[in-house]
């Protein structure tokens, strides 16, 4: 079978279906879960990676930015006080 031809992994369904709940459905809890589900999932596929990015894009689009930096500056300084 060549590659042009090749069923999709389990992966890439996986993601396709939180893309499409991202953003045919727009329903973004269902694909905050999705993808979530795809990196616990499948840790090492590329899936993985852009299911990380879409996350971000979701929280991007909900928290403030102002809210957003304070959130992150308070958790890398609770992984700099554990020591990380």
Known sequence: MSSEHALP???ARDYAAAYAKHYS???LTAAMQAYDEVIAQHPTAPEAD???AQLRNIV???DPA????AS???????????GR
């Open 9 to 11: 992994t389990a992966s």
């Open 25 to 27: 459905q727009r329903d």
């Open 50 to 52: 852009y299911s990380r």
């Open 60 to 62: 991007r689009s909900v």
């Open 66 to 69: 102002a809210e957003l930096l």
């Open 72 to 82: 992150e500056t308070k958790l890398a300084r609770e992984v700099l006080a554990r």
